[in-house]
């Protein structure tokens, strides 16, 4: 009964007004609160800022660095070659020096010294924020009942997620847990977060296994967990595959997955996407197999109760759960978030000899995942009925088409009203942007008209094309119902045939939904 509601319930809520606002995903861009950047500015205040350009520039160039030798070293996965070695060669095993943070799994990541921790805060923190501040808040759009209270990051670095996840859900959160194997990271992240209010209550570990140690088994569980720009330093995939596993049995509803949007950072995604969704089908496939071979009814209602807790759906980017189409071709999912640069950047970051922009482009690729089925949703076109340019101009007022001149001319005696001083003022956009820096709202504004979950709404990926009277997108859709299977398509909308939706098109921005 409840499913035969669904198109009429989705057709009372959106109509072609309403399909842009539920459609919008992407931000402008991004202003880092001030609170965060009083606390870098706080720290950099303590700290040694002789040669800081330098620094920076070799933090750059060590990423680059680990990128490639990660690439090389990943079809190999010899984990020897990895160590830091002051007897190796000048080969490949001399460039990987940064890479010996091991544990019993393998190696978790890159070990940051204390001028490399400067150079990160100063230089690549906002970036990070309004990457998973992006990213978090889209999930909660999608999903406006979900509020979490115990939090996951793993590989939290200066703890630049939770200023994201701080914003996005600032009454919800209770507890957290960091994950990070370098030191000098841990205290970055602590100095940031001093003389904060309402702050829940944090702990941090070294690696996975220093957490399940510490905590009770019922309590290792988290309602969210996030892993952002961690997985890509770790070259070996079976490594990666072993933390995402771990990973994914420390969440109870959604995981969170960020990487810088590069080939590498696409395909990271793609990989641990896959495995997931694999991993979860064949626990469906075999709880189904139990369940048929139950021989009393109270074993099958226990089955079919755990198998309503197993699965898992992609709540963003993918609209579907099928194999991801852009897998073995020459174009890579990404995103971009602009965000407007802080001091401390403007200050140490250089340019090579070019005038440094006021902002800056933050490209990431990720993946967000909840437990459980997707639901059924009814797709947002169902029911529809748009018109045509020609029916449109059909269906006009021919009073409305009158001009009134009279209106568009003040009259003499409107002209000689004295009016106040306070009227004459005329206001400016900067005076509502300086007082938001010194006034700024906890908790954004809820939308009241959402995307669901469902099958029906698509993902435009890279930048609309606008030609005339007609835009092209290039989105990825899911093919069937149950979003099982998806494709990537080139969709043209021209204002002659749907004038409403070329409206939607020309407005629509790199990352926001496509209605079907």
């Known amino acids: 009964m409840a499913a035969a509601l669904l198109p009429e319930t989705a057709s009372r809520l959106l109509t072609p007004e309403t399909l842009r606002t ?21 720290y950099l205040r303590d700290q040694d800022k002789t040669h800081m ?12 660095r680990a990128k490639g030798t990660g690439a090389e070293l990943a079809a190999a996965s010899t984990r020897s070659a990895l160590l830091d070695d002051p007897h190796a060669p000048a080969s490949a095993e001399q460039r990987t020096a940064r890479w010996k943070v091991q544990s019993s799994y393998g190696d978790t990541g890159l070990l940051y010294r204390e001028d490399e921790t400067v150079a990160y805060v100063a230089s690549r923190m906002p970036a990070i924020y309004a990457a998973c501040h992006r990213v978090l808040r889209e999930v909660r759009r999608r999903s406006p009942g979900f509020a979490p209270k115990n939090v996951l990051d793993f590989g939290a670095g200066p703890s630049s997620a939770l200023w994201a996840m701080r914003a996005v859900w600032p009454k919800s959160i209770e507890r957290v847990n960091l994950i ?5 990271m841990q205290r970055a992240g602590q100095t940031l977060l001093d003389n904060l209010k309402g702050l829940p209550l944090i702990h941090s570990y070294d690696s996975i296994q220093e957490l399940n140690r510490s905590i009770e088994k019922h309590e290792r569980r988290h309602d969210l967990v996030i892993s952002s720009y961690a997985l890509g330093e770790i070259p070996s995939l079976n490594d990666r595959i072993t933390i995402v596993r771990q990973l994914w049995d420390l969440t109870r509803d ?5 990487e810088p949007g590069t080939p590498q950072g696409s395909k990271i995604i793609s990989q641990m996407r896959s495995y997931i969704l694999w991993m979860e089908k064949r626990k469906c496939r075999k709880s189904e197999k139990s369940t048929a071979a139950a021989p009393s009814k109270m074993k099958s209602m226990v089955l079919q109760e755990d198998l309503l807790k ?12 099928g194999r991801c189409p852009l897998e073995n071709s020459d174009k890579y999912c990404h995103f971009v978030q602009r965000l407007e640069r802080t001091s401390s950047q403007r200050i140490y970051k250089r340019s090579k000899g070019v005038p440094l922009r006021g902002f800056e482009d933050e490209k990431f690729c990720y993946v967000a995942l909840r437990r459980g089925k997707r639901p059924e949703e009814a797709w947002p076109l169902d029911g529809m009925k748009f018109d045509t340019l020609k029916e449109r101009h059909a269906k006009r007022n021919p009073e409305d088409l009158i001009i ?3 209106d568009q001319f003040p009259s003499e005696e409107d002209e000689e009203a004295p009016g106040s001083d306070e009227d004459s003022l005329v206001p400016y956009a900067s005076d509502t942007q300086e007082l938001s820096l010194f006034h700024e709202s906890g908790e954004e504004e809820e939308e009241p008209i959402r ?6 709404w698509g993902r435009i990926i890279y930048s609309p094309i606008r030609r005339g009277r007609q835009v092209q997108m290039d989105v990825c859709r899911a093919t069937k119902r149950d979003a099982s299977e998806g494709a990537f398509e080139r969709v043209v909308v021209t204002q002659s045939k749907n004038p409403a939706l070329h409206l939607q098109a020309r407005k629509s921005l790199w990352g926001d939904l496509w209605p079907f």
């Open 22 to 42: 539920a459609a919008k995903q992407s931000q402008g861009i991004h202003r880092v609160p001030i609170s965060l950047r009083r606390a870098i500015k706080r």
């Open 53 to 64: 350009h330098r620094k920076v520039l070799l933090l750059s160039s060590s990423f680059e």
């Open 180 to 184: 990070e194997p370098s030191k000098e």
């Open 254 to 258: 959604v995981l969170v997955l960020l």
């Open 310 to 321: 197993d699965g898992a759906f992609v709540v963003a980017p993918c609209p579907h759960d």
């Open 404 to 406: 009134d001149y009279d």
């Open 451 to 456: 995307a669901d979950l469902g099958g029906g």
